[in-house]
């Protein structure tokens, strides 16, 4: 067996933006995006937890969504590599025209900058995602930043939004709210 190992280029000499998907912020505070790497799972799963109410998954999720997962995810970083922005999605595999995303988060840091609008849009422009025309997610009730994100998606790209429950407290063991399901779509590509 011929194992051959692909070295990884570090987050800080990743958030350049010779390597960067889009260049976003300011000239002071710029931010980078760019798919994820396994050097960055760590760092995302300490946004995560730095971000209530999201659920917090393990450090290993991470790293599959960094790896396995990293064509339909993005990462934001600061000049320093720091993590400070995280999208985490997939092409469903029985409808290849959907894009479901799983989570959003953005940074204490990086907030009030449209940086999680930038996060979808940069994955939904790759070309691994040419043929997707919806996205889906679950959203609770009270979770008014993320309906307000996902709001001005749709108005955004000219899009229907349709809401229904997904998953009941019951099903997610009593101690949970309940989680929406969110679709966005048709859209068109020139849209985003």
Known sequence: ??????PFTTSADLARPSVADAV????????FIRKPNP????GIY???????????NSAYAYLLL?????DTCAVATNEE?????FVSGYVKNNSPDTYFLWQVAVGEKARGTGLARRLVEAVMSRPEL???RHLETTITPD???SWGLFTRLADRWQAPLNSREYFSTDQLGGEHDPENLVRIGPFQPEHI
Do not use: H, Y
């Open 81 to 85: 590599g720091e993590i400070v922005g």
């Open 1 to 6: 067996m011929n194992l051959s190992t692909q």
């Open 143 to 145: 979770n008014e930043a």
């Open 46 to 56: 300490e946004l995560v937890k730095a971000c209530p109410p999201l659920d917090v």
């Open 66 to 70: 960094a790896t396995q997962f990293r």
């Open 24 to 31: 976003v912020g300011n000239a002071k505070t710029p931010l």
């Open 39 to 42: 050097d960055d799972g760590w």
């Open 130 to 132: 040419a043929e997707v």
